[in-house]
């Protein structure tokens, strides 16, 4: 099975997106390695961002996925008694709790030295909001400095865009290659959710030729993987920031392609 979108799938920006980040960053390096062989390699590099959740009033936590050091397992503890006359509090609300977020990128390292060639970045929310969009930034920054390409995936409608001088087309989705040797240049794809979503360079070091980097069929490949049409409701609005025009196209989309498999 397949998304029933031309390219990106909205509606994997939502409870989904950490899963798919991982599937799609194996996706990439599974496409690119044959390319790269025997001169270069791909290795997934995993690091934890330190990530504050928004606050909002206290309803039961969804499940969610902790990677423990040591698993510990506790009893529940008893339900608090509250003591006789004592007024009912007005309402419940979170406290901020520092969670820490894996996030998965892709390295190209040429194996005589093992040097890190190009970095390839799937932003993730913790990219782009709060202090972590700020660490990305002081990291992005840092890199700029050396003679490692950056390509950056920015398949997310919330949170801040890459900070470019000059304007951006409006667009969902971006992508950014940053050449090392043609800095501060950098180049845009901006990605509608009517089209597929391109194919990409991925430079290496001179004077070797770039290798190409079908993301649409890196995508399609996490959903012959894992079938995230099954685990999406595509009966509901999509999550994300989406304009109104892409909101309504999403709608007219999903109707037309339910009435064609009937």
């Keep these: 099975m397949a998304s029933p979108f031309p390219g990106m799938d909205p ?16 996706a990439i390096r599974a496409q690119i390695m044959p390319q790269l062989a025997p001169k270069y390699v791909a290795l997934l590099a995993k690091r934890y961002v330190v990530d504050r959740p928004a606050l909002g009033i206290f309803a039961p936590p969804p499940e969610r996925i902790i990677y423990p050091d040591v698993h510990v397992v506790a009893e529940r503890a008893p ?18 709790m520092l969670e820490e977020t894996p996030v998965l990128s892709v390295e190209v390292r040429d194996v005589a030295e093992r040097r890190l060639v190009t970095l390839i970045e799937i932003l993730s929310p913790v990219n782009k909001r709060g202090a972590g969009a700020q660490e990305y930034l002081d990291r992005r920054i840092e890199l700029m400095q050396t003679a490692t390409h950056l390509l950056e995936i920015d398949l997310l409608t919330v949170g801040h865009r890459i900070p470019l001088e000059g304007k951006l ?29 391109p194919r990409v360079p991925v430079p290496l070091l ?13 995508v399609d490949a996490c959903f012959a993987l894992v079938g995230y049409e099954r685990l ?24 037309k392609n339910a009435s064609s498999a009937d």
């Design 206 to 218: 001179r004077p070797d030729p770039d290798v190409v980097l079908d993301l649409q069929a890196a």
């Design 169 to 197: 087309p409006p667009a969902p989705y971006y992508v950014y290659l940053s050449r090392a040797d043609r800095r501060p240049r950098t180049e845009v794809w901006a990605i509608h959710l009517q089209e597929p979503l």
């Design 79 to 96: 339900a608090y008694q509250t003591a006789p006359g004592v007024t009912a509090a007005t309402l419940e609300l979170t406290s901020p």
């Design 11 to 26: 509606y994997l920006e939502g409870d989904l997106w950490q899963e798919f980040h991982e599937t799609l960053a194996g």
């Design 232 to 255: 999406l409701d595509y009966t509901v609005e999509p999550p994300g920031a989406l304009s109104e025009a892409d909101r309504a196209w999403v709608q007219e989309w999903l109707l």
